[in-house]
């Protein structure tokens, strides 16, 4: 078995994967911020960790996922101005903030059941964690890498060599960026200073006591604080979207290392943007899918205009994770359909018949698959692999990686026996006609049979037992 390789951003290259514990991997996500529905862009970079996750267990890995629910403290944009996220939906909604996480979190998490993303081990709540978060920040102060403003409590960049070592950051030429929206704090001893600590929010609901005042953390030293909580000082890898690396994934290295003096995490791996093509969502033109835009679409969008979830999720497979991808009505029926016909292998291929493969044939395509997913996470070799094959037991078999759910939709969706019982009676006469009609030869009325099913909601397909009947997902 090829061994797993992984692109690190850290080193900007392809290194094998080899966990510091060979008897635990210690993984870590950047969660959701709960104060809206996550969107489809979002849901891809879960997508992407979950994929990572089934190929660790693939490869004979036990794995400790967890992963952050931020619930408090995060700014409008990256920077350390501007309104709190959380505070500004409640207001909308007419909710404490508290209601509101818990409302989006359950939301969260629905979507991602829906698109069969394996739930995290730990999902640690920041406002559950303000403890850690202090002792952490009291760390870093005994060691001299804060200061203080009327603002609060700031990690002072220039007291750490390696700053921005992730994103190749060149601190001595980073200036103050012009924003007409936001207040910058005029205390700050350098534009890459963060905050670790808000004291001078009066209206803000969400306040702790601590040190330095009441209060309420910045948003980075979250995620260093949670991470370390339940996976220890160094994580084995640790997983975010590419517009995380500048600013969250470099403050949180910073804050980390300064404070135990060790690596914080080995491996660095990030997913890029899903775009949205021009008219996808009314009056936009092509560009990234953003909340703060109001760009964005629901998995619960999808469902209503007739797709099956596991379609976007199979969309998914048709991009490398570290190469943009863009959603289009077009693409995801492309998707739609090939997930069908993958339903259709189960049916075509029962009985005797099988997939025809011989067992080194069955051998050669399986080990290929295995390379493909070994490398990087290379999900579009993979299924070019699996569909090359047509079997469907190699689909099967690889199913505990994709998590499409093949033996279950496909038993579910079609006409094979055992699957869907409740097919309309005129339907399974129409499919008898169907049958009687190929079997005399009378091609004319096998076609005028299979057009009378589909015009009723259906695709029909073949099979060595008769023809093969799924309800149209669109």
């Known amino acids: 078995m090829s061994p797993l390789v992984l692109f690190n951003t850290l080193s900007r290259s392809k290194e094998e994967f080899v966990p510091s514990d060979p008897s635990l991997v210690r993984m870590y996500c950047c969660g959701p911020t709960v104060y809206n529905y996550a969107h489809i862009g979002n849901l891809r970079t879960y997508i992407f960790e979950d994929l990572l996750h089934r190929i660790l267990l693939l490869n ?4 400790k996922h967890v992963m952050n629910i931020t619930d408090v403290g995060h700014m409008t944009s990256d920077s350390d101005a501007g309104d709190d996220k959380m505070q500004i939906a409640a207001a909308r909604e007419k909710k404490s903030p508290w209601e509101l996480a818990r409302f989006y979190e359950d939301a969260f998490f629905h979507d991602c059941a829906r698109l069969n993303i394996i739930r995290p081990d730990v999902a640690p709540r920041a406002t559950e964690h303000v403890d850690q978060m202090i002792k952490l920040i009291q760390q870093l102060e005994a060691k001299g890498y804060t200061y203080e403003t009327p603002e609060g409590i700031y990690f002072d960049t220039a007291k750490n060599d390696d700053y921005g070592k992730l994103a190749g950051l060149n601190l001595a030429g980073q200036r ?6 936001v207040n910058v704090d005029t205390n700050k001893r350098h534009p890459a200073d963060f905050i670790l600590w808000f004291t001078n929010k009066p209206t803000h609901i969400m306040k702790w006591e601590s040190p330095w005042g009441t209060g309420y953390p910045g948003w980075h030293i979250e995620c ?3 991470s370390m909580e339940y996976l220890g000082e160094t994580l084995d890898i640790h997983c ?3 517009d995380h690396i500048p600013v969250h994934n470099t ?3 910073a804050q980390s290392e300064c404070a135990t003096g060790h690596v914080f995490a080995r491996y660095w791996v990030h997913g890029a943007f899903l775009n949205v093509a021009s008219g996808a969502v009314t009056g936009r033109t092509a560009e990234k899918m953003s909340k703060s835009d109001d760009n964005f679409l629901k998995v619960q969008k999808l469902v209503d205009d007739g797709y099956d979830p596991l379609a976007y999720r199979y969309m998914c497979l048709m991009a490398h994770y570290r190469s943009e991808l863009t959603y289009s009505d077009e693409a995801l029926k492309a998707a739609t359909t090939a997930l ?3 339903w259709e292998l189960k049916a075509r291929q029962s009985g005797d018949k099988g997939d025809g493969l011989t067992d080194a044939e069955y051998a050669e395509a399986r080990t290929q698959v295995i390379a493909a997913l070994n490398d990087d996470l290379n999900l579009p070799r993979a299924v070019a692999a699996l569909q090359g094959a047509k079997s469907y037991r190699l689909w099967l078999e690889f199913d505990s990686v994709l998590g499409l759910d093949i033996e279950k939709r496909s038993r579910e969706a079609t006409s094979e026996p055992g699957g869907a019982s409740d097919l309309p009676t005129e339907i399974t006469a129409l499919m008898a006609e169907r049958d009687a009609a190929r079997k ?3 091609w004319a009325a096998s076609d005028a049979l299979r057009t009378q099913i589909e015009e009723q909601g259906y695709t029909v397909g ?5 023809t093969v009947v799924q309800k149209k997902l669109l």
């Open 251 to 253: 403050n949180e290295i």
């Open 462 to 466: 073949d099979s060595p037992a008769g």
């Open 340 to 342: 069908s016909k993958v």
């Open 224 to 226: 260093s604080a949670m």
């Open 240 to 242: 975010g979207g590419i």
């Open 440 to 442: 005399a030869k009378n």
């Open 176 to 181: 103050e960026g012009a924003r007409e929206d």
């Open 60 to 63: 004979g890995y036990a794995v």
